[in-house]
């Protein structure tokens, strides 16, 4: 059997109190996690994946807005306690919040989602390339 070391009879009682009320606030921030992502770029549109094994389509939400992408969501406890006793668990569920910032010639109209395998990949179209080089502007007379 697999058993996860636990050093809390090692620490002092007066240790734990002291600092229970941080790991209070550590258990909210828990609750929330950020899940595992990559970034990556072609010619013609950027992709972003983001790892959500265990979360179903229904509980993800992919956003853009103002040149930023936010996929939001939640993963549930799937956890049956009936005739168990858990010895550990290293599992993550709750909520979680990715946001990345989109380059300059991201275009926010073209975006697309799709989830498979626990992976959701994000496609953001790249928008029409700027003509480069001089441009010639007319002086106006005053």
């Not at 009682?13 to 970034?39: H, I, L």
């Not at 993800?60 to 406890?77: F, N, P």
């Amino acid at each position: 059997m697999v058993e996860k070391s636990d050093f809390s009879s090692a620490i002092p009682s007066w240790f734990n109190q002291m600092y229970e009320p941080m790991r209070r606030v550590g258990e909210k921030v828990a609750e929330f996690f950020s899940p595992s992502s990559e970034a990556a770029t072609t010619e013609s549109y950027y992709e972003i994946s983001v790892e959500l094994p265990g979360v179903s389509d229904e509980d993800i939400r992919v956003e853009v807005h103002d040149g930023r992408l936010s996929v939001t969501g939640e993963k549930r406890s799937e956890r049956h306690k009936e005739n168990k006793s858990y010895f550990f668990s290293e599992r993550t569920y709750g909520k979680f919040q990715r946001v990345f910032r989109l380059p300059a010639d991201a275009d926010e109209s073209k975006v697309s989602a799709a989830h498979k395998d626990g992976v959701l990949t994000i496609k953001i179209a790249k928008s029409a390339p700027q003509e480069k080089g001089a441009k010639s502007i007319p002086i106006n007379k005053g």
